[in-house]
């Protein structure tokens, strides 16, 4: 039980379509639960409360709109606004509306904190990150509701006890950026729940006195909860009490992450309509697009709930077509719901129980972000039955079928996709009609999730039927055992918040003085794991971003090993709280995740473990080459003869090491111009590509003072062409502001206009635009102005292939390592391919590796170039490189996974052994 000093407690639904609000009055008896209407914009100049707050920000242009129009009754630091006008106005200037901000906080691929969206707006048009955005919504409901308890203090939103609900797939990542954006909005204190969860609780809230009239003891309740842009299942039991006392609901199994959605449904609707209208010559890139899919949001919402026979869809034409463009279709609805039913809930058989869960990630990439790869959600639903089968047999000894469903989110509104999804779950366990799982009725899914966070929030009180929940997956820290990895154990799933975990028995060393890494992992389906327990590393376990610190101890801060052991937190915020404490002192650090580079995609995958001995006559070797007695030497000969792997073969481990030994000794580089030139070149092999190690910041931050320095020997054109090469291969790990740096001090040298018609490559200069173009932090404008200047450079006879290669990654559709926000847009690309179309090519393999990359299809219409200019590629290519071409043009018309041979062609050159990309270690 919580004592609450507070006057009210407040449930908040932040929603990727809605947010709502519900509260309880703890200072009146009845504890009655309400919806709290929030005022907002209904219109120009209309102020109104509405049952909810649609989870949509405009941001109007200047002069755009009257003042008086937008103005809100509470002050605003900005004319940006939420809710119902937004939406609906949006909706015709979509370029201007930001939507599924909810969405974009768990999207790994892209940096949350940066100024983003709406996703493919203009340049000209302010953007805001995904945590902003969801800031503002939050702000806005504490606006409304300070405003209404204007008149007292104590009564203000940020004074009240409140539960702010999330997908029960968010991990911990997505979790504390909804915490931070919740700080940002002026609520410090605030409990996170699961909105499956929160469902069920509203369910209790209306059956709170004959909840054992429905449900019995023994049996099982899905949740099936699928928003505007997440989907979630929870299994939740009713156990009989082992003290004879009532039984009680315990939550047993959560789902795992999946973006799915009623957004899917929309853009399918959507590409039916655009197919119908290929053949009317008629572009819905950008805008139009946009606008379609915000029709068919509304369209099928009449279509499949209000029983309406055929819904009219008018696209407006733009600019001076205005008019002539205007197309208008009409939206059945016997084919809204075959298209809905049989693409998102198509029905099953019992050998679907058995299957591997679809991918959750490799989908299309509409409006940035990565859609679920298989749009049915019941497959999804069969997998994670089928993953919590035993499970729920050894805890309750019977069947994963559930006795009743619960459905939630404006998704599973129409009662034929209920229905459907009950007939689904029923040909899993070869059901009857009559044995299907009842549904658990929800009256006003809209406002379930608040007014269940408002009943949670009264049963922390202590009042209310609570269901035993706690952490919704464990949580495991990788930590060495001899010569292998362990996964420690540091909270079992189900642990209840506020817990406190202290694993003293479980001691072992960390590097002080020195960045250190710890890699975390977490599972929502393993269970019986304790903390402390040791398990292996498998496929049951997920990563999520690494734990960085410094561990600073001692006064003269030299590096050595200090034991310590684990402590584990799963705060009453519903957040993961990390320690490491000293063995040997009173001192303890905490951990905290890397949320500063999410878009990270390289991680360890190191199979070959190379013995001490072995590690350490390789590293002398490479240090023998630059013996200053006799002539400099290729040591990498001899270091393979000593580990009995080829240079390529080289773990990541053994790479390390020797670039640890060559950055501690910079002065080898100092004897001759040719020591520096191998020093320079076996540090950027051994440290390449700057990043997937855990001390691989610490060595670039030692490398980056040798690039202030400059070279030893200036003059010499061997070291300058392996100073840019170095640079090249380590710049994933530099970041943008040392990347941005570098492109600065060659403006001189990349920018500068000649009057000469005639350009002289130097090989330094080629790698220099290598080193460039290889820096995917740059920003879009830089990452412009590069293009703009290599163009004029590029001649198919006369120009070296390796400015083809720059010009390629400059402009190319997919990044490796850099965040999908910093790719050239579509349409500031086309005319430099235009002129590269228009060049006299020879060779069909260069003019293919140059435009493949630039035209590759992503999936995500603010990145993929124009169908026409992709059929007009293709065209060309076909006419170049006859049938061999047919396999390797598929990516310009299909979203294909790239290839390992195409990654390291990207690169430059393979990635060490020890290394593979983030994206394949999800579609592995």
């Known amino acids: 039980m919580q004592n609450s000093e507070t006057p009210f407690v407040v449930g908040i639904d932040l929603g990727t379509t809605n947010s709502a609000v519900s509260f309880v009055d703890l200072r009146k008896k009845s504890f009655e639960i309400k919806n709290f209407p929030i005022q907002q914009l209904a219109g120009a100049g209309v102020f109104a409360p509405h049952n909810v707050l649609p989870s949509f920000l405009y941001i109007p242009g200047t002069h755009e709109m009257d003042s008086s129009a937008i103005q809100h009754p509470w002050p605003k630091s900005t004319d940006m606004f939420a809710g119902l006008f937004a939406r609906e106005y949006g909706g015709k200037v979509p370029s201007r509306l930001v939507v599924s901000a909810k969405s ?22 302010p953007k805001v990150s995904p945590i902003e955005a969801t800031s503002l919504y939050l702000s806005h409901i504490r606006s409304a ?44 204190r605030v409990i996170l729940l699961e909105e ?16 054992m009239e429905q449900i019995r003891p023994g049996e099982l309740v899905l949740v099936c909860d699928m928003g505007g842009g997440t989907s979630d299942f929870t299994l939740i039991s009713l156990k009989e009490s082992e003290e004879g006392g009532s039984p009680r609901f315990e939550r047993i199994a959560v789902g795992d992450h999946l973006i799915l959605g009623g957004d899917n449904v929309d853009l399918a609707l959507a590409r039916m309509i655009e197919m119908r209208l290929g053949g009317k010559d008629i572009s819905l890139s ?12 509304a369209a099928k919402e009449r279509l499949l709930e209000g029983g309406r026979a055929r819904e009219r869809i008018t696209i407006m034409g733009e600019g001076r077509r205005l008019i002539g463009d205007t197309v208008s279709v009409f939206l059945e609805q016997e084919e809204t719901e075959e298209i809905v039913l049989e693409g998102f809930f198509p029905r099953l058989s019992p050998d679907d129980l058995k299957r591997d869960a679809p991918p959750v990630t490799g989908g299309v990439t509409e409006f940035g972000l990565p859609y679920a ?4 959600l019941t497959r999804y639903l069969a997998a994670f039955l089928y993953s919590h089968k035993e499970e729920v047999h050894r805890k309750m000894d019977r069947s994963v079928c559930p006795d009743h469903i619960l459905f939630n989110g404006g998704a599973l509104k129409p009662l034929s996709i209920r229905e459907r999804i009950r007939v689904a779950v029923s040909d899993l366990f070869n059901l009857s009609p009559d044995q299907a799982p009842a549904e658990l009725e929800n009256p006003n899914p809209d406002l379930a999730v608040s007014l269940g966070a408002a009943y949670y929030g009264l049963v922390k009180y202590g009042k209310g039927v609570r269901v035993g929940s706690g952490s919704p997956r464990s949580y ?15 909270v079992e799933r189900g642990l209840d918040e506020g817990s406190v975990i202290d694993l003293p028995r479980n001691i072992f060393e960390v590097q002080a003085n020195q960045p250190v890494q710890f890699d975390v992992y977490a599972s929502s389906f393993r269970s019986g794991d304790r903390a402390g327990d040791l398990i292996n590393i498998d496929e049951t376990l997920s990563p999520l971003p690494p734990l960085r610190t410094l561990i600073r101890f001692g006064k003269k801060e030299e590096a050595r090993s200090i034991p310590v052991h684990m402590e584990a937190n799963y705060t009453e915020m519903g957040s993961l709280a990390l320690w490491c404490r000293s063995g040997i002192s009173d001192h303890r650090w905490q951990l905290s995740f890397q949320l500063r580079q999410p878009y990270q995609v390289l ?18 070797a490479a240090l023998m080459a630059f013996d200053d007695t006799g002539e400099i030497v290729n040591p990498v000969r001899e270091i393979a003869a000593i580990v009995l792997l080829s240079k390529n073969q080289w773990p990541l481990d053994l790479l390390r090491k020797i670039s640890d030994a060559l950055l501690s000794e910079p002065d080898l580089r100092r004897i001759s111009p040719a020591h520096e030139s191998r020093w320079l070149n076996l540090l950027g092999f051994c440290l390449r590509p700057g990043t997937g190690d855990a001390f691989d910041d610490e060595r670039l931050r030692k490398l980056w003072r040798f690039y202030k320095d400059g070279l030893v020997f200036t003059n010499k054109t061997q070291n300058k062409n392996e100073w840019w090469i170095l640079w090249r291969r380590v710049a994933a790990g530099l970041g943008p502001g040392r990347q941005r740096q570098i492109l600065q001090d060659l403006s001189s040298v990349l920018f500068t206009k000649t009057k000469s018609k005639k350009i002289i490559f130097s090989q330094e200069l080629v790698e220099i635009w290598s080193a460039v173009a290889n820096m995917e932090f740059l920003s879009v404008q830089d990452k412009k102005r590069c293009s703009e200047a290599l163009l004029p450079l590029l001649h198919p006879r006369k120009s070296p292939e390796r400015l083809f290669w720059s010009f390629a990654r400059l402009c190319s559709r997919t990044l490796l390592y850099g965040p999908a926000d910093r790719v050239l847009p579509p349409e500031m690309v086309t005319p430099w391919l235009d002129t590269i179309l228009a060049m006299n090519w020879n060779d069909p393999e260069a003019l293919a590796s140059v435009l493949v990359p630039v035209a590759r299809l992503t999936g995500d219409r603010v990145r993929d170039l124009s169908p026409d200019m992709r059929k007009k590629i293709g065209k060309k290519l ?6 061999e071409s047919r396999e390797a043009l598929a990516c310009l018309y299909s979203v294909i996974p790239m290839e390992r041979k195409e990654e390291k062609e990207m690169f430059g050159e393979s990635l060490p052994p020890g290394l593979r990309l983030y994206r394949d270690a999800e579609t592995d």
């Not at 974009?104 to 048009?125: F, K, M, N, Y």
């Not at 469902?199 to 209306?206: I, M, P, V």
């Not at 950008?286 to 949001?297: A, M, P, T, Y």
């Open 145 to 188: 509701w300070n405003t209404y308890h204007a008149k007292d203090p104590d009564l203000y939103l940020e004074h009240q006890q409140i539960t702010v609900t999330v997908p029960a797939s968010f991990d911990e990542v997505a979790r504390e950026m909804t915490l931070e954006a919740a700080r940002e909005a002026g609520l410090p």
């Open 373 to 376: 790869a298989d749009a049915a």
């Open 603 to 620: 991680v360890p995958d190191n199979k070959d473990i190379l013995d001490a001995e072995r590690v350490d006559a390789a590293v002398c």
């Open 878 to 883: 076909e006419n170049v490189r006859g049938d």
């Open 286 to 297: 950008g805008d139009r697009w946009k606008v379609l899919c915000h029709l068919c949001r």
């Open 196 to 211: 499956p969860l929160a469902a069920f609780y509203s369910w209790l809230l209306r059956h709170e006195k004959n909840w």
């Open 104 to 125: 974009w906080l768990c999207h790994d691929q892209v940096d949350r904190r940066a100024p983003i969206l709406p996703w493919g707006a203009p340049a000209e048009i």
């Open 476 to 490: 495991y820290m990788s930590i060495g055992v001899g010569e292998q990895k362990k996964a420690l154990c540091l």
